[in-house]
């Protein structure tokens, strides 16, 4: 590859020139948060002069984890904490004014990279005609630990979602130099990424930042009291030794400590993470920099200028037994238990229902429809349909498609539909898909929507408002 240089408010970003388009890695759109920074909202950089962008940049911290051989390829990724970084891919530098699609990353809000990964960024790009940015923020205690209320000296809560906000408005600045729209921006995440762009419809400020949203197994629903936040918070500074007025403590532990104390307190089970006062990093109702429950925020209809896209795949829980996180059930006294952490006062009547609605289902599938449904479809489905009630335009998805896989034991899990939607199944970045046949059109049909969603607001089937329609892939 050669180099090439783009020129935007005052700084010179050098960048790589390939037959396919230009990738530029590694921009920094924030200080690095270190130091007295490490606890506080991201801070602007003003680049100027040469900015080296041939390099990616650093994922943030997190444990890596060993992954079975059928999950999607990652050629690797360094992390630190110096992550306020992302990566611009584009067909051309010119006044194109094309359809910008913004990938925020998901990863349980404990793990993630916008580099090494499966994706074909220039292929997706050079298909669609888009320029496609992919950002790095805080995740895990460094992003989303709620210290505010714990520490008494006001500790911004929701780092990592302030950290996205600054990277969306480098984009609203600098993006037409790099030959796309910033009047079109399009948001699309998975997850702990859903759920985060989900979480925007609460705040204030952020409305011209973008005007479409594609959650796959994420919504505007998964957002924790600040009480429940609090008291993780207090658990990790008692767990790390610190006193909670003892700021420069805090501000000196070292990374590895953080990573290994984050990880005691938070919950691996996948109902008590999601339940409500369920211990896990995520949002926080902080009245602050989240002004307002998200689905408060589209029910006022302040939204109803946006489009979005709502999915979730059809065994979404499956993953946690797949992955051995959770084990089965081994009576119905436990799965019970599962459901009352949802509905406490009525858990008995909801697991009779399920009972009745799947009467051949054994215990671990009734935990796992419950879950899928409950945390995922369910919460989709809720937001959507607010959105649509307050005159938004929303559409809604299923994704079902089995790998064939050791009998297809694995379903149609977590995650399962976010290669199809960026169009990558090769056997090499996708193992699962295998490049097959059903695996491409399946691909080729959602990341086509994918694109005409971006460039239109509009897809090829009805929207969610219409009887609820929900489109089936798979």
């Not at 948060?33 to 990616?56: E, H």
């Not at 990592?160 to 600054?166: I, P």
């Amino acid at each position: 590859m050669t180099a090439i240089d783009i020129s935007s408010d005052g700084a010179t970003y050098r960048g790589l020139v390939s037959a396919r388009g230009l990738s530029f890695l590694g921009i920094p759109y924030g200080q690095p948060p270190v130091g007295t920074l490490r606890f506080q909202p991201p801070q602007a950089v003003m680049a100027k002069g040469l900015v080296d962008a041939t390099q990616p940049g650093k994922a943030p911290p997190q444990i890596r984890r060993p992954v079975p051989d059928w999950t999607t390829r990652n050629t690797g990724f360094e992390t630190g904490e110096d992550c306020l970084n992302l990566n611009v891919f584009t067909p051309a530098a010119d006044d194109a004014s094309r359809p910008v699609i913004v990938h925020v990353l998901g990863g349980g809000f404990q793990t993630g990279s916008v580099n090494g990964g499966y994706q074909d960024e220039l292929g997706f790009i050079t298909r669609g005609d888009v320029v496609f940015v992919r950002p790095n923020f805080r995740t895990g205690a460094l992003g989303f630990l709620h210290l505010g209320d714990v520490t008494g000296d006001g500790a911004p809560a929701n780092r990592g979602m302030l950290d996205l906000v600054l990277a969306l408005e480098w984009v609203q600045a600098h993006i037409a130099d790099f030959g796309g729209d910033p009047g079109n921006v399009t948001l699309v995440g998975l997850s702990s990424g859903g759920f985060t762009i989900g979480a925007l419809f609460g705040m204030d400020g952020v409305a011209h930042l973008f005007r479409r949203a594609w959650m796959m197994s994420g919504s505007a629903s998964r957002i924790i009291d600040p009480q429940t936040a609090s008291g993780m918070a207090l658990d990790f500074l008692q767990q790390a030794g610190i006193e909670p007025e003892n700021r420069q403590a805090l501000e000196n532990l070292p990374v590895e400590t953080i990573l290994a104390v984050q990880e005691r307190i938070i919950a691996t089970d996948l109902g008590e993470r999601n339940s409500p006062g369920g211990r896990t990093m995520g949002i926080v109702l902080d009245g602050t920099s989240l002004k307002r429950h998200p689905l408060e925020g589209l029910a006022s209809g302040a939204y109803r200028d946006k489009q979005m896209v709502v999915g979730w795949t059809r065994d979404e829980a499956r993953m946690w037994y797949a992955f051995g996180i959770m084990q089965a059930p081994q009576d119905r006294a436990r799965v019970l238990s599962t459901v009352a952490r949802f509905f406490p006062d009525r858990s008995e009547a909801v697991l009779a229902e399920l009972e009745k609605a799947y009467p051949q289902a054994g215990l671990a599938e009734l935990e796992e429809r419950f879950l899928s449904a409950t945390i995922y479809r369910d919460a989709a489905q809720r937001t959507a349909s607010t959105h649509a009630n307050a005159g938004g335009r929303a559409f809604a998805y299923e994704f079902a498609w089995v790998p064939d896989f050791e009998g297809g034991r694995l379903g149609s899990s977590h995650g399962f539909d976010e290669p199809f939607v960026f169009g990558n199944v090769e056997a090499e970045r996708v193992p699962l898909a295998g490049g097959k046949p059903d695996a491409v059109r399946l691909a080729y049909e959602m990341s086509g929507a994918l694109l005409e969603f971006a460039k239109t607001g509009r897809i090829s089937w009805k929207e969610f408002a219409t009887e609820r329609a929900i489109k089936q892939f798979g």
